[in-house]
């Protein structure tokens, strides 16, 4: 039985007083997409505190619409790059890329599952404005073609950091030659951390943003890394799909027929990505003009968006089929036969919760409610299997031992909203 007061407790631990960190030491200040999932934790047992939890965030919105991956809310030594390297002159200090914009999916699943149902109208009404200018904010500074698929500058922006999806595209960007020390070692095994070159260059990436004044235009030409990540595509077109459905609840027909087009141009443009021989939709080199032929969960997440075709779904239920043979705990963040897995390396191998959560409920949409049940029932033995609260960052999918960072708030959250259903 998975320990629901110890998923609370992990909440309740991390709550800074109107945001909720990942977890304490690695991670202390708010991330957006972590948070999103956390709001949707909170309003399992505490409605308050979950739109608490969205308003903190959308209060360190850029005025051009971007919603920062990290808000630095306070100071801390235990996180480094701090908000000094990103260098941004935002409102609340923050870094300058985003993450998977699930927040539109969070509102609109709180609105619906309220029990103050009033109340909770009136924070959406008073949300919405921010949600749209989040959404054309990606549609607009990052698709500036109208291509239907946008891009990401950052592997961090993905969140799915040291991806092997992103080795070749990372491999072209310098490595910044200063010194500095890490934090994230401090905490967590470098084994199960990103490499010292991968951190050179993921802080290229930073200098770069900095230095071209984080100004969209100028970044199109200038960063050396750019990508259409399948997961950010994905999670942004379910996500548009729900701002649509609120958008209409409340009155603004105009926005809601723009991302309507949006979502169209999305579903025309995403064949592009599909690989037939892999069973999958592939991110995209932007700048060498070619498929990242890594099979990572994130090449699943067209499920969760609804943007492949039944006959597509059959040959990812079939990828996914033999994919669960092949590990003991699902799902693996990459396939367990790529040369590159590395079952207790970050991205590159372990098991993330929220992830299937939404691999299970596209599963579930195209009629692949077994498959489905396995994953969610491998997720809940993930709980079980790990040590302490069982709420970890990420786990083995060989043992289903908890790595990275503990009394983690995101599967805590998922554990809430997904495995108590
Ligand atoms: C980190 O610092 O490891 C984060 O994933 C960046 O968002």
């Not at 990540?229 to 209409?248: H, K, N, P, Q």
């Not at 926005?255 to 592939?282: D, K, M, N, P, Y």
């Not at 700048?287 to 969960?297: D, G, Q, R, V, Y």
């Amino acid at each position: 039985m998975i320990d629901l007061d110890a998923a609370r407790a992990v909440l309740r631990t991390n709550d800074l007083g109107g945001y909720t960190v990942p977890t304490r030491t690695l991670y202390p200040f708010q991330w957006n997409w972590d948070s999103a999932i956390i709001a949707l934790g909170w309003h399992c047992f505490d409605e308050q505190r979950a739109w608490q939890e969205a308003r903190t965030m959308f209060g360190g919105q850029w005025s051009n619409g971007l919603l920062p991956h990290i808000l630095f809310h306070h100071e801390s030594d235990s996180y480094f790059p701090g908000p000094d390297i990103w260098g941004a002159k935002s409102r609340v200090p923050s870094s300058s890329i985003s993450q998977p914009p699930v927040w539109a999916l969070a509102i609109a699943r709180m609105l619906r599952r309220s029990a103050a149902a009033a109340a909770a109208r009136d924070e959406v009404r008073a949300l919405l404005p921010q949600l749209v200018d989040y959404h054309r904010w990606w549609y607009r500074d990052r698709d500036r073609h109208d291509s239907g698929l946008v891009d990401c500058y950052h592997p961090w922006e993905s969140g799915m950091d040291n991806s092997p999806a992103w080795d070749e595209p990372l491999a072209r960007v310098p490595g910044v030659e200063w010194e500095y020390q890490r934090r994230d070692l401090g905490h967590v095994d470098q084994a199960q951390r990103p490499t010292w070159q991968e951190y050179d260059r993921y802080l290229h990436l930073v200098e770069v943003q900095r230095k071209n004044k984080f100004d969209p235009s100028r970044l199109a030409a200038a960063s050396p890394f750019r990508v259409i990540d399948i997961g950010i595509v994905s999670i942004l077109s379910r996500a548009t799909s729900e701002l649509i459905a609120l958008c209409r609840q409340f009155g603004l027909e105009e926005e809601a027929e723009s991302f309507q087009a949006e979502i169209a141009r999305t579903e025309r443009a995403v064949g592009r990505c599909w690989s037939g021989e892999h069973r999958c939709f592939l991110s995209w080199d932007q700048i060498s003009n070619e498929p990242l032929a890594e099979i990572t969960t994130a090449t699943l997440l067209p499920l969760f968006g609804r943007l492949a075709n039944d006959k597509q779904a059959g040959q990812m239920a079939s990828l996914i089929e033999e994919w669960l043979a092949a590990n003991r705990f699902p799902l693996s963040s990459i396939h367990p036969e790529s040369p590159r897995y590395d079952p207790e390396c970050y991205w590159r191998g372990p098991v993330w919760l929220h992830i299937n959560w939404m691999v299970a409920d596209g599963l579930r949409a195209y009629g692949y409610s077994q498959l489905a049940e396995r994953i969610k029932e491998g997720t809940r033995k993930c709980i079980e299997a790990a040590a302490g609260s069982g709420y970890f960052e990420y786990y083995s999918p060989e043992t289903g031992q908890g790595c990275g960072g503990g009394d983690f708030s995101w599967p805590a959250a998922v554990a809430l909203l997904w495995l108590n259903e």
